[in-house]
Nanobody, 119 residues
């Protein structure tokens, strides 16, 4: 059974940073691209970033245009974990952050982790 469990969210002051984690199980993690999405209050869920295995030589990362510069996606294949580092947080980053995997054509989501940016 595919499972994704996010953690690392919380209350942070504007300008702060957070590192979100997504621990995966139930599939061969190193073989699959991992994605992060977020859903801000009163907005649709939006794609944040993807990190893809690129064969034996490296990884490919892609970011939504609005996320470039402050968001960094990474992964630890040995730990079956993906990370999303968010810097210079502002109130518009408040929302629930989800990791996502597509395995054999099926989309799987974690429960999400809540990020609240407030002073």
């Amino acid at each position: 059974e595919v499972q994704l469990v996010e953690s690392g969210g919380g209350l942070v002051q504007p300008g702060g940073s957070l590192r979100l984690s997504c621990v995966a199980s139930g599939f061969t993690f190193p073989n699959y691209a991992m994605r992060w999405f977020r859903q801000c209050p009163d907005k649709a869920r939006e794609w944040v970033a993807t990190i893809s295995p690129d064969g034996p030589d490296g990884l490919t990362t892609n970011y939504a245009d609005s996320m470039k510069g402050r968001f960094t996606i990474s992964r630890d294949d040995a730990e079956y974990t993906s990370f999303l580092q968010i810097d210079s947080l502002n109130s518009e980053d408040t929302g629930v952050y989800y990791c996502n995997i597509n395995v054999y054509g099926l989309n799987y989501w974690g429960e999400g982790t809540l990020v609240t940016v407030s002073s």
